[in-house]
């Protein structure tokens, strides 16, 4: 069985500023990948990073990065430089061995003028 | 836009009815999937698909099944609708059926029952 924590509900920022959003997870399999997804009010779901469970090096895409410790299972995702355009809704997923892509249950980001 | 077609968009029906929601997935990939997100809640697995074949399935119920066709566009029939179907519907592809690969969500189907 694989689960994905998301352990804060809500989350806020002031513009320009730096968030952390958490995110554990649980798998027996060797081979899996990580990603987070954004889903602003539009709803649409928009792949915002991926790590791959055998690299060692540290995602990152412009602002956003994440801190992947594999030992502890941990996978979080750093914003810098905060925007307006950042609220939205945060989900941590999970895609492992053979099984399909599990999502946990979302960290609401509020962006702060 | 993501290249992940869904249709309709927005769907009001009542209790009891039976919708078909539409996906056509981006070009090049073989592989459907079907979420359902609920009210301020995660996303769900329902069911994925491969080249026409069923691949995976999730926590879909008996009143649900869906299809792939030869042209790779997929449909999720709902029927004997009750309230607590009412969701937002997404559809997603990738390329092959196996976790290197990225999904790509369309925008949804929002379905409300009444």
């Known amino acids: 069985a694989q689960t994905v924590t998301q352990s804060q509900p809500e989350m806020s920022v002031q513009e320009a500023e730096t968030v952390t959003l958490s995110c554990t997870y649980d798998?027996?399999?060797?081979?899996?990948?990580l990603f987070w997804y954004k889903q602003p009010p539009s709803r649409q779901m928009i792949l915002v990073i991926r790590q791959e469970a055998y690299k060692q090096q540290n995602a990152t895409e412009n602002r956003f990065s994440v801190n992947f410790q594999k030992a502890a299972k941990s996978f979080s995702l750093k914003i810098s430089d905060s925007q307006l355009g950042d609220a939205a809704m945060y989900f941590c997923?999970?895609?492992?061995?053979?099984?399909?892509?599990?999502f946990g249950t979302g960290t609401r980001l509020t962006v702060i003028p | 836009d993501s290249g992940v077609t869904q249709t309709p968009k927005h769907l009001i029906t009542a209790t009891g009815q039976r919708v078909t929601l539409r996906c056509s997935p981006r070009?090049?990939?073989?592989?459907v999937y079907w979420y359902q997100q609920s009210l301020d809640q995660g996303l769900q697995f329902l069911i994925q698909y491969y080249n026409g074949e069923e691949r995976a399935k999730g926590n879909i119920l008996e009143r649900f099944s869906a299809q792939q066709f030869p042209d790779l566009h997929s449909e999720l029939n709902l029927s004997s609708l009750e309230l607590g179907d009412s969701a937002l519907y997404f559809c997603a592809s990738s390329r092959q059926g196996n976790g290197a690969n990225v999904l790509t969500f369309g925008a949804g189907s929002r379905l409300t029952v009444l």
């Open positions: 070009s090049g990939d073989l592989s």
């Open positions: 798998t027996s399999e060797s081979d899996y990948y």
């Open positions: 997923a999970l895609r492992a061995g053979a099984n399909n892509l599990f």
